[in-house]
């Protein structure tokens, strides 16, 4: 009878003790939140972040390392952005600074692994190695007691422990061929200058060639210096070379275009979103507004070199010959951090005085398929064939005399010139590109025989000594020495090709760029074709010329400008 009164409430009975537990259960997570934190964060957007990391780092079931986090969360962010906006972190901004600041702290010299011991190539005129009493082919033995002979590393290895504090000493153990016994200097390192201008000469009478490898905020000064010293040689036009140049400080490149500008042109113009527009025009003090001029680009000629090209081209001031332009439209401001790292952000657009922007196509996050870019290019003919660039869809401006020129995509030539196959071979590619042992061979070659190389006065001098020499079969008994086959058809094939790049990097060595690069470019089409356009008074385009329909130099450009890396480093 007690059971069925009981049955009616039971239902009843049963919520209110589940609500009674709720309610308990509540209260103890609430008592705990106070004690521990709230665990429901208000935020606003843009501190979102900052109360997620503040949660890991208080209830994280482990200790985090909360700095290790979140310098590797910062780049992640980055990577959804456009493919040109990256962070630095503190303990890369000065390395990466270096190139664009126009000098580092370090030793001055250049330097080479020469198998396991690091071979001095250079010493820098005027810098701290030289004061010291270092010499072109010392070896470094030891740095401040510690031996670095017979130990494998790379370069940057080297680097780190030979650069260091402006006004900070370095002990060397150097061994010199002249002296069996180790000697020791003490080296106060300094301000060791970067060029960005790499030479300048007179390639043919009255035509000056200067190679502008980066925009650096020593690079107008160094650019006006070869100028000026060209002009008193006797030079009265000039190519300006480009190619392979990814671009930097943009006001260099606007200095520059300064110098070949009548008063009154626009160069470039920015604009972005917290950017208004904002244009910059010639200023009338150019000092080559009346002489000819020729710019030389192709597919890594970037941002500031496409400036450049694209103010020249605009304007009708001059001609531009290779191959099409990287395509990099996009301004980067450079943010310091309080903790030293820093931020390149994009935060606008650079466009042409025509109007266009040349920056490619490009999805946030996906900067891998950007990055691919190039190599598409090369799989789909651009690089050897005009007809491949595919202009119908893209939007078409006006130069100042009415020539169609394109946007979308970097700065197309006026004349195009592609790339050259010729002399490539499989064995050319093992011994160049692939094993490293032309310079290997280079380094000991000029080791063995620095006394009677380093006799010349002149780079012809050495050029003309080493036309007599056997390099080609002295270099293919090496380079079998080191595992690389003789095969004679395509070492006959790729034989004038392999001789110019020996003689090329052996007077590198002793000449530094101004040996260097004459020989190197002795016969490459591109400058060729330059020299031909400015002495048949064409520098400046026809009204009626249209670099929509490319002049294509028949013959093929100098495979040289695919491999002139350098084959050393700087300390």
Known sequence: MKDKKLTPWLPVIIAASIAFGIFIGNYYLNLSSRNKGSNRHSYTSGNKINYILDIINEQYVDTVNMPQLIE???????????????YIS????????????????????????????????????????????????DRIISINDSVFSGRKMDQNQVMKNLRGAKNSTVKLGIHRQSNPELIYFEVTRGDVPVHSVDVSYEISKGIG?????????????????????????????????????????MEAAVQM??????????????????????DVYANGTGTCMDNPVVILTDEGSASASEIFAGAIQDNDRGTIIGRRSYGKGLVQSQIALTDGSQLRLTIARYYTPSGRSIQKEYELGKTEDYNRDIYDRYIHGEFYSADSIKMDNLPQFQTSMGRTVYGGG?????????????????????????SGVL???????????????????????????????????????????????????????????????????????????????PV????????????????????????????????????SAGIRGLYKERDYSNA
């Open 209 to 249: 060639f200067i190679k502008v490898s980066k925009f650096a905020r020593n690079t107008y000064n160094e650019f006006i210096t070869a100028i000026a010293k060209l002009k008193q040689e006797g030079c009265n036009s000039f190519i300006i070379d480009l190619r392979g140049n990814s671009g930097g400080i």
């Open 90 to 137: 503190a303990e890369d901004a000065e390395s990466v600074n270096e190139e664009l600041e126009g000098s580092f702290s370090g030793i001055g010299v250049s330097f080479n692994m020469q198998t396991d011991t690091i071979l001095i190539i250079n010493v820098i005129p005027g810098g701290p190695s030289e004061k010291a009493g270092l010499l072109p082919f």
């Open 72 to 86: 590797g969360t910062i780049p992640k962010i980055f990577n959804e952005l456009d493919p040109h906006s990256v």
């Open 520 to 555: 190197f470019y002795k016969d490459d089409v591109t400058i060729l074709r330059a020299i031909q356009v400015i002495k048949d008074g064409k520098s400046i385009p026809a009204p009626d010329d249209n670099t929509g329909t490319l002049h294509t130099q028949a013959a």
């Open 439 to 517: 310079y290997l061979y280079v380094l000991e070659y000029s080791d063995r025989n620095f006394n009677k190389l380093s006799s010349f006065n002149t780079y012809q001098d050495l050029y003309s000594y080493l036309e007599q020499q056997p390099l080609l079969s002295d270099f293919t008994d090496f380079a079998a020495t080191k595992g690389i086959k003789k095969r004679p058809a395509l070492i006959e094939i790729s034989a004038k090709l392999i001789e110019t790049h020996l003689m090329a990097y052996i007077s590198r060595n002793f000449f530094d760029e101004a040996g260097f690069y």
């Open 257 to 278: 275009v300064n110098e070949f500008m009548p008063q009154g042109k626009l160069i470039v113009y920015t604009e972005g979103k917290a950017y208004p527009r904002s």
């Open 410 to 434: 970097g700065i197309m030539p006026d004349i195009f010139i592609p790339s050259d196959t010729s002399g490539v071979t499989s064995y050319f590619n093992s011994v160049a590109r692939n």
